[in-house]
Each structure stands twice: as structure tokens, then as C-alpha cells.
């Protein structure tokens, strides 16, 4: 089906050299970024591909914001989300027609269980759930489990949703010299389909 990536880039603009490389090594069909830091006023052009935003409020600290860039050799339909979440979505046809959807959480803000449960109701499936859910559980590697890994861990069971995380060591904190799970920055990957599964999604 091809590749799909989900980056949490903490300010896309200083970073477009690495996205660039990313795209040069695994030709991707689909991108998730996770705070862009863009708004509005800021574009975001790639040569290729296009995008789909939800840009911080003009005015706040930038900090946030969410994208899916969707390579131009796929065809792709942005889907309208009914959500105050950081979250966007596409329908993409790579060999099958599939929904992505690319979220961020901010570590510190109280979301709903609701408004993660609505949020996948309005996802056709079969459906990639990407992002950055700040959340800490077990489940994946973590040695702890936070109030976000909980709710995590009912949007999967109530969802019947498929973690494709493991608890491999994928990220190298710099301040403390040590390597830690996927957890907050690196993300989260979640996969549903309502009938025969394509093992090549993942």
C-alpha cells in the first residue's frame, strides 16, 4: 500500500532540509506532522504534495498545529472534522482507498473521552489514527501510565482499534543521554479496519 510517516517536528519551517530526506528515503503516500507551529498567515509548500492544516490561533505562541501532506502521485480527498481537537484527515486512494488522521494532544490539556470516541466515529474505515497523544502506559513501554495513556487505553478498547507501537526504544533524549520508548515526542500509530485486513498497511 506504501509508507506512511507521522513526525512530531516541534516547528516544521527550521526543518523542511529533514522532511525533504524523509521523503527522498521512503517516498511516502502520507505525512503526519505534529506541532507545525504554523498559523494562517504562514504557507507551507512542498513540491509533490499537498496539504491539509489546522494552524494555531493568530496571536497565540504558535505552539501546536497539525498537517497531513498527501503525496500528489495518490489521489486524496481532505475529510471536514467536527472537532475542537488538533486533528485533521484525508481520504487517500494507495491501492485502496484508506482515511489517515493526524492528531496532537498537548501534554497538559484536559481532553474529553468524548471528543476522542467522536472524533473516530467520523473516521470511514479503514482508517490510520497518527499522532502525538502525550500519553505515557505500559501498554507500549512505558514505565508509567498517565491520565492521557489511560485514555488511550479505553479509545483502543472501546474503539477495537489496533496499536501498531511496540515497546522498541526509538528516541534518544539528549539531556539525559538516555533512549525511551514511543511515547511523547515520537508519537502514536493506531489502525481499524471493518473487514479483511491488508497486512501491508502497517
Known amino acids: 500500500m506504501g509508507t506512511f510517516l507521522s513526525w512530531n517536528c516541534r516547528g516544521i519551517r ?5 522532511l525533504k530526506g524523509l521523503i527522498n528515503v521512503f517516498n511516502p ?4 506532522l505534529q506541532e507545525t507551529f504554523l498559523s494562517s498567515n ?14 494555531t490561533a493568530t496571536g497565540s ?9 498527501t503525496s500528489n502521485l495518490y489521489p486524496s480527498t481532505p475529510l471536514t472534522l467536527h472537532t475542537s481537537l488538533q486533528a485533521v484527515a484525508v481520504q487517500v486512494h494507495a491501492r485502496t482507498l484508506v482515511t489517515v488522521c493526524c492528531v496532537y494532544l498537548p501534554p497538559h490539556d484536559v481532553i474529553s473521552q468524548q471528543d476522542l470516541d467522536t472524533l473516530v466515529d467520523q473516521l470511514p ?3 490510520i489514527l497518527l499522532g502525538d497523544f502525550n500519553g505515557h502506559s505500559t501498554l507500549w513501554g512505558s514505565d ?12 483502543i478498547s472501546i474503539n477495537c482499534l489496533c496499536l501498531l507501537n511496540n515497546d522498541e526504544k526509538t528516541y534518544f533524549h ?3 543521554r538516555t533512549f525511551h520508548s514511543l511515547d511523547p515526542p515520537q508519537g502514536h500509530t493506531f489502525f481499524r479496519c471493518d473487514g479483511i485486513h491488508d497486512p501491508e498497511v502497517p
Open 14 to 18: 527550521s526543518k523542511l532540509q529533514d
Open 29 to 32: 503516500v502520507c505525512i503526519g
Open 42 to 55: 504562514i504557507p507551507l509548500k512542498l513540491r509533490g504534495y499537498n496539504s491539509v492544516r489546522k494552524d
Open 61 to 69: 505562541n504558535h505552539s501546536g498545529g497539525v498537517c497531513i501532506l
Open 125 to 127: 474505515t479503514p482508517f
Open 144 to 155: 508509567v501510565t498517565n491520565s492521557h495513556g489511560r485514555q488511550i487505553e479505553r479509545l
Open 174 to 176: 539528549e539531556p539525559t
